[in-house]
């Protein structure tokens, strides 16, 4: 039988498909007990509006596979960083033509801070790799997420932004 953490971790995530919520590193705790299955994770920012699908999907998986009862905990921290996203994660996205995060900003502790202005930083196209891209848009179909350009091969793409 598989584990109640490999079923949770095999979750597809319902913004970014192409990652599961273990790519994604949402998942702060599986347990299987006589209860049932508690898990427990992170949602990628306070107001990710995925969080009630991620619940769902997270109960019909496990149910799916057999497991009985399913509860879901929300933990906010630490806060998710996308720092947290597994380097299989990173080349899944590239590979959908979305440029996955850089490093995220280091702090030294306290609340992670709202930044409202550009960030420094090169990103690079996932179609050429040409190294210098130029934001179009601060959000893009999620709000982790901006809508940027390459130069070089004009095509337009997604980066997912460093939190």
């Given amino acids: 039988m598989v584990s109640a953490a490999d079923v949770v971790g095999a ?55 057999g497991f009985g009862r399913a509860e879901v905990r929300t933990v906010l921290a630490p806060a998710w960083s996308s720092d947290w996203i597994s380097a299989a994660g990173r080349a899944k996205l590239a590979a959908a033509g979305i440029s996955p995060p850089g490093p995220a900003p280091r702090r030294a502790s306290g609340p992670v801070p709202l930044v409202l202005g550009t960030r420094p930083g090169l990103v690079a196209c996932p179609n050429c790799g040409h190294q210098e891209t130029e934001r179009i848009a601060a959000f893009s179909a999620t709000a982790c997420r901006e809508l940027r350009r390459c130069p070089e091969c004009r095509e337009p793409f997604e980066h997912v932004k460093e939190i």
Avoid: F, H, K, W
């Avoid at 599986?30 to 990710?48: A, K």
């Fill in 11 to 65: 979750v597809a995530d319902p913004e970014l498909p192409m990652l599961t919520l273990g790519d994604l590193g949402i998942v702060r705790d599986v347990r299987d007990g006589e209860q049932g299955v508690v898990v427990t994770i992170t949602p990628t920012y306070s107001g990710c509006p995925a969080m009630e699908t991620i619940r769902d999907d997270i109960v019909g998986a496990l149910r799916s596979a």
